[in-house]
Nanobody, 119 residues
Framework: QVQLVESGGGLVQPGGSLRLSCAAS????????MGWYRQAPGKQRELVAA???????NYADSVKGRFTISRDNDKNTVYLQMNSLKPEDTAVYYC?????????????WGQGTQVTVSS
């Protein structure tokens, strides 16, 4: 079993910054891609950013230039640095990890952390 624990959410004013962290623990051999998703009230969950094991990244158009995803493979941890936050970034942010077991991969999700951007 694998657990993903997120931290770093909270309330921030427009234009402010937050840094999310997500640490994976448990029975882990290796992790392929890790990513951050978000879900706002009344909307579908959407990909915010993803990073592969070799560091290749992918961002939603709405966050390009403002958010940066990174990871520490030794710590099985992924980060999301969020700058220039806007009210429309308000959502519950979920961490995702694709954990590899040989030729199989299983998806795991964190419990979510609330990010609220408001004055």
């Amino acid at each position: 079993q694998v657990q993903l624990v997120e931290s770093g959410g909270g309330l921030v004013q427009p234009g402010g910054s937050l840094r999310l962290s997500c640490a994976a623990s448990g029975r882990i051999f290796s992790i392929n891609a890790m990513g951050w998703y978000r879900q706002a009230p009344g909307k579908q969950r959407e990909l915010v950013a993803a990073i592969t094991s070799d560091g290749s990244t992918n961002y939603a158009d709405s966050v390009k230039g403002r958010f940066t995803i990174s990871r520490d493979n030794d710590k099985n941890t992924v980060y999301l640095q969020m700058n220039s936050l806007k009210p429309e970034d308000t959502a519950v942010y979920y961490c995702n990890a694709g954990v590899a077991y040989g030729r199989y991969e299983y998806d795991y999700w964190g419990q979510g952390t609330q990010v609220t951007v408001s004055s």
